[in-house]
């Protein structure tokens, strides 16, 4: 087993068995815009060693993954789970969003196995970032009640949050720096990702635990679409990842990019959309029950699908 994940396993059991470990607020921000910014310069160096031509046609059937992957999710909460429009729709949002961490994991897994993969593939996760969001806002809105949305504050929070600056500027950076420019940085940047990924999951294993009671009262139902909606947003990714082109390595990346769930910027997008939904509910699906799943056992059962379509 990765040790990897086991940090996150020390930091929820640590909160479940009430111990006062904890990492300070600060140190929470300056991790996590580490990991932002270290994922998208390393994105951005890969990127301009590629041909142009090559990858946009990826990017665009990427960008329609993202649109997808909530279409199918908001059904099977509106229909078959019977929620509310406005709940069904602001999950729907997060699951078609995608989860920089469990990217950053997936990334590790491929690394200590020697499984290649297109390194350019962090200019994916920034585009996933945003059509999920825009897709479970109009879901939310068409049919629900008639009132205006305050375009400015979304646009804002959508595009200017610190998740999206950070990627989307780190992946900038790289691509107009090149790999020479970013050599003196690659000692901090590159080299102790990892160490700082561990401490990062020890601090989501304490978040998500003391998410963990809400599970009592969200129902067997949101449990379950919590792990059965990665596994089949990981088979639409699996087949988008073939048909585009993508080596083994980079159709798993693509396929946890898919069963991934976003619990930073949906969130707070949502906040502004949709203000009638239920926040706990969506947190306590993508933090609490599909963030561990997919860092302990999806990723290598996504490996286990890709290794069968592609023949491994």
């Avoid at 031509?53 to 960008?63: C, E, I, R, T």
């Avoid at 729709?89 to 950053?104: L, R």
């Avoid at 059509?131 to 929070?157: F, K, M, Q, S, T």
């Avoid at 107009?176 to 590159?190: I, V």
Wanted: with cysteine.
């Amino acid at each position: 087993m990765d040790a990897i994940p086991l940090f996150f396993l020390l930091g929820f059991a640590a909160r479940l068995a009430r111990s006062d470990l904890k990492l300070p607020g600060q140190l929470y921000e300056a991790l996590s815009i580490y990991l932002l910014l270290a994922i998208g310069l390393k994105g951005g160096m890969e990127l301009a060693r590629q041909d142009a031509l090559q990858v946009l046609p990826q990017a665009a059937a990427v960008l329609v993954l993202g649109v997808v992957i909530p279409l199918v999710a908001f059904p099977i909460l509106y229909k078959l789970g019977r929620l509310d429009r406005a709940n069904a729709a602001a999950i729907a949002g997060h699951y078609g969003s995608v989860s920089v961490v469990t990217f950053a994991v997936a990334v590790d897994y491929l690394t200590a196995r020697n499984i290649p993969f297109e390194a350019y593939l962090p200019l994916f996760l920034v585009l996933l970032e945003m059509p999920g969001i825009a897709v479970g806002i109009l879901l939310a809105r068409l049919g629900g009640p008639a009132r205006g949305i305050r375009w400015g504050a979304l646009l804002h929070e959508i595009f200017l949050g610190k998740s999206m600056v950070l990627l989307a500027g780190g992946l900038l950076i790289g691509w107009a720096a090149g790999p020479a420019g970013l050599a003196p940085l690659e000692p901090f940047f590159f080299t102790l990702f990892k160490g700082v990924l561990c401490l990062f999951l020890l601090e989501m294993g304490l978040v998500a635990a003391g998410q963990a009671g809400a599970l009592r009262t969200s129902g067997a139902f949101l449990a379950g679409f919590a792990i059965g909606m990665p596994i089949l947003s990981a088979l639409i990714g699996t087949i988008a990842g073939a048909l585009i082109g993508l080596s083994a390595g980079g159709t798993l990346l693509l396929a946890t990019l898919a069963a991934s769930a976003s619990y930073i910027a949906a969130p707070a997008a949502m906040r502004i959309a949709v203000p009638e939904a239920n926040p706990g509910l969506s947190i306590t699906a993508a933090l609490v029950i599909t963030f561990p799943f997919n860092i302990l056992l999806g990723i290598p059962l996504y490996d286990r699908i890709v290794g069968l379509l592609h023949g491994a």
